[in-house]
């Protein structure tokens, strides 16, 4: 069933991808989604979205949990007074000169940001390496291991859609067999273990990326994407537990029922 869901966001970096992941988790899809201005500053996020229609309550929880929604807007009653009145189709809402300035800049507007940094990926992909490092050194290096794991996540989800896996995905050993190894084969030397998947080396699609830290972290971001946007998989926690940076001779990702 076709219907739509509002939520009202914060200025938060990675709140698309966590709703894109958080919706998939409830067996939701996103058929497209846009933008509005609020009255008192920030923006609601429209989403036209298909699967089964649940209640505001059975949304609400696990929605609002998530690290930049501030309100789910779904309900007419409640979003007749927080959302602004239908304008014109041929006018365009106004938003402010200082939000997304370039599509290679981490100074943007956070969720139109991401976004258009995931397709930057995307649309090389596999052979992402030069762009990734454009994208972390833009990042303030505090932030660069928490950014690169939600974009990862991002990429991880869009990257799903583009694998188009064919056999049906249901347990842990047929997500590494069909989904992750075919995902990340172009990008590094991966192979599975008892507990999950461990990273051997790069391929040269990654080769300069993969001499930085935050590249291990944007794969753990990418696995668990991945993982996360596949409905008839259980959900699962990827832990990343030694790092070829830190000495080891491969980066090994720990894959848990959450």
């Known amino acids: 069933m076709s ?10 970096a990675g709140a698309i991808a ?3 992941s958080g919706l998939r988790k409830l067996g939701i899809s996103i058929v497209e989604q846009s933008f509005e201005a609020r009255p008192e500053g920030g923006r609601n996020l429209i989403l036209e979205v298909e699967g089964p229609q649940l209640s505001d309550e059975q949304l609400r929880t696990p ?9 789910l807007l779904s309900g007419a009653e409640e979003a007749g007074a927080d959302i602004p009145a239908q304008v014109s189709t041929d006018a365009k809402p106004e938003l402010p000169d200082t939000r ?3 599509k290679n800049s981490e100074a943007g507007d956070a969720d139109m940001r991401d976004r258009m940094l995931i397709f930057s990926l995307l649309s090389r992909y596999p052979n992402i390496s030069g762009r990734l490092l454009e994208i972390d050194s833009s990042i303030p290096e505090s932030e660069r291991p928490q950014r690169m794991l939600e974009l990862g996540q991002g990429f991880g989800g869009y990257l799903y859609k583009n694998l188009k896996v064919k056999k049906e995905v249901f347990d842990l050993r047929s997500a590494i067999e069909l989904l992750i190894i075919p995902g990340l084969a172009p990008l590094v030397q991966i ?3 008892a507990e999950g998947v461990k990273v051997s080396g790069f391929t040269k699609n990654m080769k300069h990326a993969g001499q930085k830290t935050e590249s ?6 990418t696995i668990q994407g991945l993982m996360d946007s596949v409905p008839t998989l259980p ?7 030694q790092c070829i940076h830190a000495g080891a001779i491969s980066c090994e990702y720990r894959l848990s029922p959450a």
Not at 3 to 12: A, G, M, N, S
Not at 63 to 71: H, Q, Y
Not at 216 to 221: E, H, R, W
């Open 18 to 20: 966590r709703v894109m």
């Open 235 to 241: 959900t699962h926690h990827v832990e990343k537990t």
């Open 216 to 221: 291990c972290q944007f794969l753990a971001g």
């Open 3 to 12: 219907y739509q869901i509002i939520l009202q966001l914060e200025d938060v």
């Open 63 to 71: 929605l609002e949990a998530l690290n930049g929604v501030a309100k």
């Open 100 to 102: 997304y300035k370039d």
């Open 191 to 193: 192979s599975q273990y």
